[in-house]
């Protein structure tokens, strides 16, 4: 009688481990399922960071070039000015000689 009930317990015993490992391993197909949906997932966000990215660098290299444009045109108009601020000095310096020569010319003209 020992015996039948030792064999009943082990025989119980087997089923619940039996029934423990399908639960383990129903759960472990259940987290698999859900990891390779993870995956697929990142693998698509990878891919649009990566198009994203490209888009960012074709317009940051649009950007520089305009940019390159902008600091061309920004060292023609600076040598502008330059040689405006050097004709302005020198009409500066020149305009009194040219006024009182102006006058002195009109003041002969006015006595003839």
């Known amino acids: 009688m020992n015996d039948g009930a030792g064999e009943m317990d082990i025989e119980a ?3 619940d481990l039996k029934r423990r ?10 987290l698999s399922q859900q990891m390779l ?7 698509s966000f990878q891919q649009q960071v990566a198009q ?5 660098q074709g317009q940051l290299a649009l950007s520089d070039g305009r940019l390159g444009s902008v600091e061309r045109e920004v ?8 040689g405006l601020k050097s004709d302005v000095a020198g009409l500066r310096k020149d305009l009194p000689k040219v006024v009182a020569d102006t006058m002195r010319q009109v ?3 006015g006595r003839e």
């Open 75 to 82: 060292r023609i108009v600076k040598g502008e000015v330059t």
């Open 37 to 43: 949906g993870v995956h697929r997932d990142l693998l």
């Open 13 to 15: 015993e087997i089923r």
């Open 107 to 109: 003041l002969r003209e």
């Open 52 to 56: 994203r990215f490209d888009k960012s």
């Open 21 to 30: 490992v399908g639960e383990l391993e129903g759960g472990f197909g259940n």
